[in-house]
């Protein structure tokens, strides 16, 4: 689909969505898509690190500090109980539709969150080379349920494992 025709499709479903419904899946791919094509940029931007153990150690305590609350210890929302009760829900960071992204898109995305999901943004919290860092762990996460659940949620103790090997630089 054109980038014209969407942005049409988006205003038509914009003006459908007026009655006070939840959105249907029409509503939710057109959003979905304009999410993906149009508001969602850094497409070309490279990721600068190397996808090295130590490089994916250090992206994964990252994540493992800002992000399991919601993604879960293995970015795949394992042990998060309200991840279905989130608008939109929390994906699973393995799906086909997130690794679809460039590994730039995943890196605007979590500079700049997704307004207004509840996906927060990143920038002035963490670096950039964190910020890549995380982006690597994303792209070799762990099978999922195999780190166990957040330890805030109940699940124990954190592995060394999912603290990224339990060694610090
Ligand atoms: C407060 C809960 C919360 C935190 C903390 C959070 N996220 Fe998210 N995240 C979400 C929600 C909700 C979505 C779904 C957003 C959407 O589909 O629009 C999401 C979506 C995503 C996506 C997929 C975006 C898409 O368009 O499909 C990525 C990638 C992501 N988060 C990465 C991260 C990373 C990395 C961190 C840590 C730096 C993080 N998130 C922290 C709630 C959170």
Not at 38 to 54: A, C, F, H, K, W
Not at 70 to 86: K, N, Y
Request: aromatic share 6%.
């Amino acid at each position: 689909m054109s980038r014209a025709r969407l942005l049409l499709l988006a205003a038509g479903v914009a003006l459908l969505g007026c009655k006070a419904t939840p959105p249907g899946p029409l509503e939710r791919a057109v959003a979905s898509q304009v999410k993906r094509r149009l508001t969602v940029r850094g497409r070309s931007d490279r990721n600068p690190l190397e996808p090295s153990p130590e490089n994916l150690r250090r992206g994964q305590r990252a994540f493992g500090n800002y992000c399991t609350v919601c993604h879960g210890l293995d970015g795949r929302a394992t042990g998060v109980p309200f991840a279905e009760a989130m608008a939109p829900p929390i994906p699973s960071l393995g799906s086909p539709e997130v690794q679809a992204y460039s590994d730039g898109q995943l890196h605007w995305v979590i500079e700049n969150g997704i307004f207004p999901s509840g996906m927060p943004a990143s920038r002035g919290i963490l670096g950039d080379e964190e910020m890549w860092g995380i982006v690597l762990f994303i792209r070799h996460l762990p099978p999922t349920g195999s780190l166990g659940e957040p330890p805030v949620y109940g699940g124990g103790p954190p592995s060394p494992q999912a603290l990224g090997g339990g060694r610090v630089p």
